[in-house]
């Protein structure tokens, strides 16, 4: 069974318009993180905005929010105001467990195309 | 803060040949690096978890023999992709773990082409 599901290929959003990524997630374990990183054509990728299993508020960064819905095990990036630099690939992940050196599970991720 | 390179950006080598791969935490110490692998459009892969000073943990289905993991200082792994093959051609990043915030912070990535 896929660990993330990121169900959206690709997304198109006018230049300062908001959009919503869509991530699932499938965990046993209490205590895991969630992680967004934003991937350009470059290769490199950037980390973007981090959730916490016990994190009682969503996470915020800058334009980025996390709407974070523990019983739906969903963890959705907004992105606000967009712009034409945003257009990248978004990959949503997550570390089961506590502890450094978990390693992560990556979701298929979402090409958005941000239009002029 | 929590800078990651890799190094090179970018190799063509011969079928046959070995290829090395360093990925350095610039700011701080990471007692574990991860080597992904991405092919065109798809997900990133994780081949296998290098910690300081003991063996890499291998994913199943990654040759542990072909591809060679060190990680011999709390700033430095290296990946060697031994007697390379065209199928090895990929896109290879690394990513090094910032203890204070449990975040993966990654390298720019290797972009390796196989004749």
């Known amino acids: 069974a896929q660990k993330i599901t990121q169900t959206q290929p690709g997304m198109f959003v006018q230049e300062k318009e908001a959009v919503t990524l869509d991530c699932t997630y499938d965990?046993?374990?209490?205590?895991?993180?969630l992680f967004w990183y934003k991937q350009p054509s470059s290769g490199e990728m950037i980390f973007l905005i981090y959730q916490g299993s016990y994190d009682q508020q969503n996470a915020t960064e800058g334009r980025y929010s996390l709407n974070f819905q523990k019983a739906r095990k969903s963890a959705n990036l907004v992105i606000s105001a967009s712009q034409l630099g945003d257009s990248a690939m978004y990959f949503c992940?997550?570390?089961?467990?506590?502890?450094?050196?978990?390693?992560?599970?990556f979701g298929p991720g979402t090409r958005l195309s941000v239009l002029p | 803060g929590a800078v990651v390179s890799q190094h090179p950006s970018w190799v063509i080598c011969k079928s046959g040949t070995s290829v090395k791969i360093e990925c350095r935490s610039l700011d701080f110490q990471a007692t574990t690096m991860f080597w992904y692998r991405q092919f065109p459009k798809q997900s990133l892969m994780l081949m296998a978890t290098?910690?300081?000073?003991?063996?890499?943990?291998?994913e199943q289905g990654v040759e542990k023999d072909k591809f060679l993991i060190n990680h011999a200082s709390l700033t430095l792994s290296t990946l060697t992709v031994t007697s390379a093959h065209p199928e090895d051609s990929s896109f290879y990043i690394c990513s090094a773990t910032l203890a204070a915030t449990d975040t993966q912070y990654f390298g720019p990535g290797t972009r390796l082409t196989v004749l």
């Open positions: 965990t046993s374990d209490p205590s895991y993180g």
């Open positions: 290098s910690n300081e000073g003991s063996k890499a943990t291998y």
């Open positions: 992940a997550m570390r089961e467990g506590l502890g450094y050196g978990q390693n992560f599970v």
